[in-house]
């Protein structure tokens, strides 16, 4: 029983040592980040966004006959990207392109003056002509509402549809966006800061995500404000002069923009 004891008392010894003596804990690691404290300068919070993006729909409403493309796709502007069934349209450019070619046979005929015919018989075959062109553009432009084009460089973000849905008009299908240049527009600039920022001034912006430090300019202040978590903030956007590897759409930042 005294071993026993004894032993319990060492335990108890230890115990006690450990508690008197402040435990010796490594702190973790931390980042270095830009501190935004200096005088002549707005902070704000802010998120990375493509230069462009656009949510992209047909004029009109059909199934979807073909897509050519698939999300993370890169096309560049004026590639097709997606069709609807459209057949009375596409019947319309093929009656047009018929009339066209007869028209245009027909004041070839009367080119060269026929004294046989009064020579106004060649003017109202070119008139005639002129009109079947118009008609002609007119159907391709209508048949031209079947197909959607990528309006620049850029990358498919999301596809909303599949081949065989029916496309409702003006309900978008595809999200293009020019991930390869993107900006960084702030989310809590308030309205007192507002009035000193400037077009052309410069700023710093932290990449929470990277760790990285990148310089850049305003090249945009919002005209109109924005009511975010019932404050009054005005989105600024700054073109970053250097985009770092891995920067994506969503990313949080913080700016400092040098007003002074």
């Not at 200096?38 to 897509?67: D, H, M, R, T, Y």
């Not at 009339?99 to 004294?115: G, M, N, S």
């Not at 293009?176 to 993107?182: E, F, I, K, P, T």
């Amino acid at each position: 029983m005294k071993k026993k004891f004894g032993m319990t008392a060492a335990a108890l010894i230890l115990i006690l040592a450990a508690c008197g003596s402040p435990a010796q804990v490594s702190a973790p690691p931390t980042q270095s980040a830009p501190i935004f404290s200096a005088p002549g300068v707005v902070v704000a919070s802010a998120e990375s966004q493509p230069a462009q993006e656009s949510n992209l729909s047909f004029a009109i409403s059909a199934p979807v006959k073909q897509i050519m493309v698939k999300e993370g796709e890169a096309v560049t502007a004026g590639q097709l990207l997606m069709t609807i069934y459209a057949p009375e349209l596409e019947g319309e450019v093929t009656q047009a392109e018929l009339a066209e070619k007869a028209a245009a046979l027909e004041y070839t005929y009367w080119i060269p003056h026929r004294f046989d015919r009064p020579p106004e018989r060649e003017w109202q075959a070119k008139a005639e002509w002129d009109q079947k062109i118009t008609e002609l553009e007119i159907a391709r432009a209508s048949f031209a509402q079947a197909s959607i084009y990528a309006p620049f460089d850029g990358v498919v973000v999301e596809v909303k549809i599949q081949a065989g849905e029916f496309a409702k008009s003006g309900e978008p299908v595809i999200t293009l966006a020019d991930v390869a240049h993107m900006q960084i527009v702030t989310t809590d600039l308030s309205e007192r800061d507002a009035p000193r920022v400037q077009i052309g001034q410069s700023a710093n912006v932290y990449i929470e995500a990277l760790g990285k430090q990148v310089s850049g300019k305003v090249i945009r202040v919002a005209p109109k404000s924005q009511i975010i978590g019932g404050d009054v903030v005005y989105p600024v956007t700054i073109a970053l002069d250097e985009q770092p590897n891995g920067l994506r759409w969503g990313m949080s930042a913080e700016v400092e923009i040098k007003t002074e």
